[in-house]
């Protein structure tokens, strides 16, 4: 059970108690979808306490080993009386946690609880994704990827990029998915020079690359793609760089493997994006995890000092971004597996594709 998994490790984040606030962190390990809710977990503690707005859903929801109450004052002071007695490290979330909320935290706490910062133990867990993690990762690829396809078949041109962003995510909520898993690029012409840019109400023209970095979110879990397309014929330097950011992509991932540095993953593909003359162009890190957040760990990047292992779920996204004349993306969202990787996204081609 992932909470047994977490108490083996309190010991090294010098906790006797770890208290879960996160909503993120706190659905990961019981289950529970609302909003607020928090965890005290210990060798004899499994606790979990929500408002009385959500008694009857965490009955449905919050995995049975807890023990559930629902507050009648603050969280905290309410979990309070059932915590061990004598002196004890309650540790919290440093990291997840505002100063105000460590002030409403500290607050209630007698003196006989020493409050410890405590960095990543949950997100560390919730890094190496189970099998059933995966296949909801790989339905909401799927519903990503046809919602995608059906707006191509459809035509771009004389589409603002705002209106094909929400098309795109109202196909994904038709097709069963909560939403988007974060609000979705769509970028056209020099608008795609902009790594993350907010689509427009500018109409998308022929001639053009058009970015569309989408995704959705199916039963808390996100999918991640990012394809590039060209409306009519491009201009040869469009066509020219998509064909390098394909083959450095390529590269990229046949480099994700079991064992690998994430740092030198990096390194590989930015070496020839660099070495064809864009040093300049691709500035943003090669990829990064993927499971209830759209970014998680591990990272692909120079920064990163991680080593990708069996059940990482990471993204790979080179681009060559061109400022007043185009930009473009291409990206798959992958497991690392004992002898490869399984692309989740495969559903959409990566052949640079021409549309109406």
């Not at 692309?343 to 021409?354: E, F, S, Y």
């Amino acid at each position: 059970m992932r909470t047994d998994r977490l108490l083996e490790r309190l010991p090294e984040a010098g906790a006797d108690l770890m208290l879960v606030s996160d909503a993120v962190n706190v659905r990961y390990l019981t289950g529970f979808t609302g909003d607020n809710a928090i965890v005290v977990a210990g060798p004899d503690t499994r606790l979990f306490v929500t408002d009385s707005r959500y008694t009857e859903q965490a009955a449905e929801e919050v995995e049975p080993s807890f023990q559930q109450l629902t507050a009648t004052e603050g969280l905290i002071a309410s979990a309070l009386p059932l915590l061990p007695q004598g002196s004890l490290r309650l540790g919290f979330e440093s990291e997840r946690v505002s100063y105000a909320q460590y002030r409403q935290i500290s607050v209630h706490m007698p003196e006989r609880i020493e409050l410890v910062p405590v960095v990543g133990l949950v997100e560390g867990l919730r890094r190496i994704k189970d099998a059933g993690e995966i296949e909801l990762m790989a339905a909401a690829a799927k519903i990503a990827d046809d919602a995608l396809a059906a707006l191509l078949a459809a035509g771009l041109e004389g589409h603002t990029e705002r209106e094909l962003a929400i098309a795109l995510e109202h196909d994904v909520r038709l097709r069963g998915a909560e939403g988007p898993s974060f609000p979705s690029i769509v970028a056209s012409g020099a608008h795609g020079a902009l790594p993350h840019a907010v689509p427009r109400d500018v109409a998308v023209q022929r001639g053009e690359l058009v970015t569309f970095d989408w995704g959705a979110r199916y039963r808390g879990y996100c999918s991640d793609c990012t394809r590039t397309v060209a409306v009519g014929e491009p201009a040869a330097a469009a066509r020219e760089a998509y064909e390098l950011v394909l083959g450095s992509q390529l590269v990229g991932l046949e480099a994700v493997r079991s064992g690998a540095s994430c740092r030198e993953i990096d390194a590989t593909v930015r070496e020839i994006i660099y070495g064809a003359g864009h040093s300049e162009h691709f500035g943003h890190g090669l990829g990064h995890g993927v499971g209830l957040e759209i970014h998680e760990a591990p990272r692909l990047s120079r920064l990163s000092d991680d080593t990708l292992e069996v059940g990482d779920v990471v993204t790979v996204e080179p681009g060559v971004y061109l400022p007043g004349e185009f930009g473009l993306r291409i990206e798959d969202h992958v497991v690392v597996e004992p002898d490869g990787i399984r692309i989740l996204t495969p559903g959409v081609p990566k052949r640079l594709l021409i549309v109406d």
